[in-house]
């Protein structure tokens, strides 16, 4: 079968399947498993750099009306036709993430070709593993996605067990730097399953800005900033965003060392099989205890600047 996804969570959805060598196109974000991505075409590009531009820059970029969501992204038609995809993998969950649902369809409507589009919209912690079954299903390997949906569940009980019976800390989750923008959809359950009370989002809530008076008043023990599509050195180079904020040291996430810079695009912001280890990532943040593998500082850093670090 022959596989485009236009999605980095599909990707790595497909590529926990065992079905990466499958893959004849993907999205110019789509990164993990890397050695076995790299070399598949890539059939998408993004107007913006957000190497270059702040995130107020991104954000007045992405609302200002030379862009439109998903316009953002280029979609080169003649190498997806080319490519000559069995099945075509995107999403109509953000309109910011990546191409959309409805543009793709159009696109493949034109296309010579059987060519079948689905859709991956998870809301929730449990609908991210579902989505697993999904395109399983439609790939053909059904039994052993339901088989890899169990062992990720198994994973998750761990993470639950681990945490039992300890103080569940209130915790706020950063999604963007500038607006500041609550993690929602499924960030609220891995932040539950790891021990925590999630704060300003409820789970498979798309959230919207929020003002710095807003955190402040919750008064948060932790903090979580874990941009969207930031890697955590380019979280660090806006730092100052949060620490020059009025009142930003008073916070007792700040008073306590509790802020933490996690690697948002691997473990938080892409509704993959990832979202798994955020969740363990999560544990070691936010109760200091093991769930799975030992937690690397690629994954979770603390902020700069906090007492005792």
């Known amino acids: 079968m022959r596989i485009v996804s236009l999605?980095?969570?599909?990707?790595?959805?497909?590529?926990?399947?065992?079905?990466?060598?499958?893959?004849?196109?993907?999205?110019?974000?789509?990164?993990?498993?890397?050695?076995?991505?790299?070399?598949?075409?890539?059939?998408?590009?993004?107007?913006?750099?957000?190497?270059?531009?702040?995130?107020?820059?991104?954000?007045?970029?992405?609302?200002g009306s030379a862009h439109s969501g998903s316009s953002l992204y280029t979609l080169d038609t003649e190498a997806l036709a080319g490519l000559r995809p069995d099945v075509v993998l995107t999403q109509d969950l953000c309109d910011v993430c990546a191409v959309s649902y409805e543009r793709v369809s159009r696109t493949v409507r034109l296309l010579d070709a059987d060519t079948r589009v689905l859709s991956l919209e998870p809301r929730t912690l449990d609908d991210v593993l579902d989505c697993l079954v999904t395109v399983g299903d439609l790939l053909g390997v059904r039994e052993r996605a339901e088989q890899r949906r169990a062992e990720l569940r198994a994973r998750l009980d761990g993470v639950r067990r681990s945490v039992t019976g300890?103080?569940?800390?209130?915790?706020?989750?950063?999604?963007?730097?500038?607006?500041?923008?609550?993690?929602?959809?499924?960030?609220?359950?891995?932040?539950?399953?790891?021990?925590?009370?999630?704060?300003?989002?409820?789970?498979?809530?798309?959230?919207?800005?929020?003002?710095?008076?807003?955190?402040?008043?919750?008064?948060?023990?932790?903090?979580?900033?874990?941009?969207?599509?930031?890697?955590?050195?380019?979280?660090?180079?806006?730092?100052?965003?949060?620490?020059?904020?009025?009142?930003?040291?008073?916070?007792?996430?700040?008073?306590?060392?509790?802020?933490?810079?996690?690697?948002?695009?691997?473990?938080?912001?892409?509704?993959?099989?990832?979202?798994?280890?955020g969740a363990e990532v999560l544990a070691h943040v936010l109760h200091g205890v093991r769930a799975g593998e030992p937690v690397t500082v690629a994954e979770a850093r603390p902020f700069p600047g906090l007492p005792g670090h």
């Open 7 to 63: 999605l980095p969570a599909a990707t790595d959805i497909v590529a926990e399947l065992g079905l990466s060598a499958q893959l004849v196109g993907r999205t110019h974000e789509c990164d993990w498993p890397p050695r076995e991505v790299t070399s598949v075409p890539v059939v998408t590009g993004a107007d913006l750099d957000q190497d270059t531009l702040t995130s107020r820059e991104i954000s007045d970029a992405v609302g």
């Open 166 to 277: 300890r103080t569940r800390p209130r915790v706020v989750a950063i999604e963007w730097l500038d607006p500041l923008w609550p993690a929602g959809h499924w960030v609220p359950d891995q932040i539950t399953t790891a021990g925590g009370e999630p704060l300003l989002a409820t789970p498979g809530e798309h959230t919207k800005p929020m003002t710095w008076e807003a955190v402040h008043a919750v008064w948060p023990d932790t903090v979580l900033v874990l941009p969207c599509g930031f890697p955590p050195e380019r979280t660090l180079q806006e730092a100052e965003l949060l620490t020059r904020l009025p009142g930003w040291k008073d916070l007792p996430a700040v008073q306590a060392g509790q802020v933490w810079v996690l690697d948002g695009p691997a473990y938080f912001n892409r509704p993959g099989p990832r979202v798994v280890r």
